[in-house]
């Protein structure tokens, strides 16, 4: 089974994933955690450490790069595993940014999201703008300001693969989301799309 996590910066979604990996771990299942950043954070603080304001294509081009590359690799590793595999973002995340930063969608990534295997669900953790702003201040490792937040949420929602996502309410306590996140991977808890 393939589950992959998307959702906006501060939704939770690397704590969720890790969360749903103990979880099924404790139930003596196989699972394999696989992160497809996208180095946007590590870029964000460099170019502000140097005083570097990099273009939108030009960080959108790199960020894409790396994401590929991440997904490819996680997808070979999947390939031949058995058991659960949980895959903490993927290329809807750049399709979204490239939405919030008025980027056209392209033809390589929606091309490589038809040809990679399809997961069985894709679960987006939905915060609030504001909510997953002052977390992100609260953790205190990146900066975003919240009318980016807001645009990237809504270009979430804008994406035509939108619909097929199983969205969960990530404004609840990290404990509810998890909880939920087990009844969905259970199948106590059917998946509203």
Known sequence: MLIVLTGIDGSGKSTAARALVDAARGE??????????????RMSLISAKLGINLQPRLADAVETGIRVWNVLVSHARARNFEGLVVMDRHLHCQLALRETRGIPRGWLLPRLIDSLPEPDLIIHLDIDAEEAYLRIVARGTDEESLA???????????????????????DAPAAEVHQRLSRILKGVDEPVR
């Open 148 to 170: 980016h937040l807001a645009s990237f949420r809504d270009a979430y929602r804008a994406l035509p693969e939108y619909e097929d996502f199983v969205e969960i309410d990530a």
């Open 28 to 41: 003596g299942r196989n699972t394999l955690l696989l992160s497809n950043h996208a180095g946007r954070r």
